[in-house]
């Protein structure tokens, strides 16, 4: 085994007893939550070997970044989220290799989303990202609807072609009202979850808690984790 197997191996069994020991405390069943481990800044190689160590969902936020790497590991079965701001002129790009959009903020890029996968012969996985730093009708900072934004968006998530509306995502918010709170944030994402599963049962993924918070997301019960640091390790600097 070479020393960065031993080393991603070590710290994927470090995140897995964090994981399960949160199941527990939470009463929840182990398989109810999905890893994802977030391969930005990070080389091909190293999806390589997460996919032979049993990783199997993985997430990147730059297309630039995500799609020679995605070319470069297509014969693995991996399951490819997009986690980053999305503008418009890269969705034909992250279509091409994404399963799953979780950052669907805004009725513009449903619209391209739909062109894209319909283009392509493909049906695309979205979740809504919830800004819960976000005034009434407004964005937040790191993208994302406002709470009373979630409806509308749903709806022409549903009505676009080649797309499929799969839950929602946050991320844990700079600013607002739920700034440091991070179990409050998720505890308020699982809410509109539960709004939203009341006429769409189907949409049931609920993204939620990185590497420092992922405890606060399973007791709130998000069903998908992104995990990157505490995986791959501190990112090198870019720029």
Not at 29 to 35: A, D, Y
Not at 46 to 59: K, M, P, Q, S
Not at 118 to 125: H, T, V, Y
Request: hydrophobic share 45%.
């Amino acid at each position: 085994m070479t020393d960065r197997k031993t080393e991603l191996a070590e710290n994927l069994a470090r995140v897995e007893e964090r994981i399960s020991a949160a199941c527990d405390a939470a009463g929840r069943k182990r398989s109810e939550v999905t890893l994802i481990v977030v391969t930005k800044t990070y080389p091909a190689s190293d999806v390589r070997i997460l996919h032979e160590l049993g990783v199997r969902d993985v997430a990147e936020n730059r297309d630039q970044d995500a799609a020679p790497k995605a070319a470069a590991c297509a014969d693995l079965d991996l399951r490819w989220h997009f986690v980053g701001q999305l503008q418009t002129n890269k969705v034909r790009s992250v279509t091409s290799y994404a399963d799953v959009v979780q950052s669907v903020d805004r009725s513009k890029l449903v619209t391209a989303l739909s062109a894209a996968a319909e283009k392509a012969g493909r049906e695309l996985g979205c979740l809504l990202q919830v800004a819960l730093d976000a005034e009434s009708g407004e964005r937040g900072e790191r993208g994302g609807v406002a709470p009373d934004g979630i409806e509308e968006l749903a709806a022409a998530v549903e009505a676009a072609p080649g797309l499929r509306l799969d839950g929602l995502m946050t991320v844990a918010p700079l600013a607002g009202p739920y700034a440091g709170r991070q179990r409050a944030a998720f505890d308020r994402l699982m809410d509109l979850s539960t709004l939203l599963r009341a006429t769409r049962p189907a949409a049931n993924m609920v993204s939620a808690g990185m590497s420092a918070d992922l405890e606060d997301a399973v007791a709130a019960g998000a069903t998908h984790v992104r995990i990157g640091t505490a995986v791959l390790g501190v990112r090198p600097r870019l720029g």
